[in-house]
T-cell receptor, first 116, second 111 residues
Framework: GAVVSQHPSWVICKSGTSVKIECRSL??????MFWYRQFPKQSLMLMAT?????????EQGVEKDKFLINHASLTLSTLTVTSAHPEDSSFYICSARDGLATDTQYFGPGTRLTVL | GESVGLHLPTLSVQEGDNSIINCAYSNSASDYFIWYKQESGKGPQFIID?????DKRQGQRVTVLLNKTVKHLSLQIAATQPGDSAVYFCAENTNAGKSTFGDGTTLTVKP
């Protein structure tokens, strides 16, 4: 089956630093990837849609200059949290859509970000 | 705005019993719905999906029912097992394949 990986699985950083999270589709090409954020005991909230070779589309209320998304290849999208602050601490999850099956999304295992 | 919500935040069942998890959605234009299972510290795991031209779909031990008249979705798990304990989310696919997630129901299976 389709597998999506994320790296790192967890990261702790100091306030003010930047953190990059990678999302990879391992056995399929993902023309579209999605980035979600999930706070404890809450649902997943879509942050942005990442399309290969073009700019990401951000949801309302998500700062594009703070959450930089790059989808440089059909198997890799990255999310960079710039100048991280404690309130950015969250569980970040990506999903990838198989270009051949437009509705099916495959989710990564998530990245736990803790900003001190 | 449009949202997908769940009726009950928690559900506790005895091992071997059947579980029913409910979901209400508000976007009548949605045509694709998915149920996910999320275990603690992990990403969502696909369980079953259904399109709006259907009202029932069955998988292994799971059944999804869709009632478009009242915009209601349910997930039935037969013979619930301890390994089924998790948070269950329904999601509604909007345009461009974006998924809007409901609030989640925590299922606890008692041995």
């Amino acid at each position: 089956g389709a597998v999506v990986s994320q790296h790192p699985s967890w990261v702790i950083c100091k306030s003010g630093t930047s953190v990059k999270i990678e999302c990879r589709s391992l056995d399929f090409q993902a023309t579209t990837m999605f980035w979600y954020r999930q706070f404890p005991k809450q649902s997943l909230m879509l942050m942005a849609t990442s399309n290969e070779g073009s700019k990401a589309t951000y949801e309302q209320g998500v700062e594009k200059d703070k959450f930089l998304i790059n989808h440089a290849s059909l198997t890799l999208s990255t999310l960079t949290v710039t100048s991280a602050h404690p309130e950015d601490s969250s569980f970040y999850i990506c999903s990838a859509r198989d270009g051949l099956a437009t509705d099916t999304q495959y989710f990564g295992p998530g990245t736990r970000l803790t900003v001190l | 705005g449009e949202s997908v919500g769940l009726h009950l935040p928690t559900l506790s069942v005895q091992e071997g019993d059947n579980s029913i998890i409910n979901c209400a959605y508000s976007n009548s234009a949605s045509d694709y719905f998915i149920w996910y299972k999320q275990e603690s510290g992990k990403g969502p795991q696909f369980i079953i999906d259904i399109r709006s031209n259907m009202d029932k779909r069955q998988g292994q031990r799971v059944t999804v029912l869709l009632n478009k008249t009242v915009k209601h979705l349910s997930l039935q798990i037969a013979a619930t097992q301890p390994g089924d304990s998790a948070v269950y989310f329904c999601a509604e696919n909007t345009n461009a394949g974006k998924s809007t997630f409901g609030d989640g129901t925590t299922l606890t299976v008692k041995p």
